[in-house]
């Protein structure tokens, strides 16, 4: 037999059982704070001066990616409240920002009124997909 086929049959999965959770969904919250309904989204909005909101969705990869980018910039700029939503989770608020793409980031800033949905991307500050520099003058911008 030639290496090849040896190594190959020496190759295993992993053994999965009830007691191994590879990729589960951990109960430690670890990033951003995440809001849990619309009314958390809007009380942010009126409490602080300045939000950077994070939509993202658990099945999107290019949100993972990016989320320690996002915590560092959190860290970073403590004037403003960083905070993150599933669209999934909150689709009333996902279609008041008329969500075309995750990850998207939004600034508001002093308890700016939500426009129609067709308005918010000519209105709003914001930044579709996972781009650190775009994403850091986003929020340099907002906070200057």
Known sequence: TNSLSRTSTNLRAPIINKHTRPFSNSSIKMGLPEIANIDEFYAAKRDNKI?????????????????????????????????????????????????QAVPTFFVFKDDQELPAPEEVSSIIPQVRGANPPRITALVEKAVE
Not at 74 to 98: S, V
């Open 51 to 99: 939000v950077v909101l994070n939509a993202s969705a658990s099945w999107c990869g290019p949100c993972k990616a990016i989320a320690p980018a996002v915590e560092k910039l959190a860290e970073k700029h403590t004037a403003a409240k960083f905070l993150k939503f599933d669209i999934d989770e909150i689709p009333d608020l996902a279609a008041k920002l008329g969500i």
